[in-house]
């Protein structure tokens, strides 16, 4: 069982950065560290779209649309996984999710609204 935490969303002009935290409670013997982790964002009527991915040896992958803008990273010692959003766009307001990748769990979100 993970629980996980988003915190970091808010409002922002274009151009501007935000750096989205997802931060995990595991149970006693787990390792946050043997979880890909991944984020995820959603806009109304919408289904929930794939922004970026950490495996549990460091590899990431980026949906083009943000790739050169976000930096998915995680701080195993911290139980924590961050995604750092430059030269935020307009297109890029959604409720951030963070989720585990097998098995799945999913945070509450976050959200993140980009002002023209």
């Known amino acids: 069982q993970v629980q996980l935490v988003e915190s970091g969303g808010g409002l922002v002009q274009a151009g501007g950065s935000l750096r989205l935290s997802c931060a995990a409670s595991?149970?006693?013997?787990?390792?946050?560290?043997?979880?890909?982790v991944a984020w995820y964002r959603q806009t109304p009527g919408n289904e929930r779209e794939l922004v970026a991915s950490?495996?549990?040896?460091?590899?990431?992958n980026y949906v083009d649309s943000v790739r050169g803008r976000f930096t998915i990273s995680r701080d195993n010692a911290k139980k924590t996984v961050y995604l750092q959003m430059n030269n935020l766009k307009p297109e890029d307001t959604a409720v951030y999710y963070c989720?585990?990748?097998?098995?799945?769990?999913w945070g509450q979100g976050t959200q993140v609204t980009v002002s023209s």
């Open positions: 989720a585990t990748v097998n098995p799945r769990y």
């Open positions: 595991l149970r006693a013997f787990s390792v946050f560290s043997v979880y890909a």
């Open positions: 950490i495996g549990s040896g460091g590899s990431t």
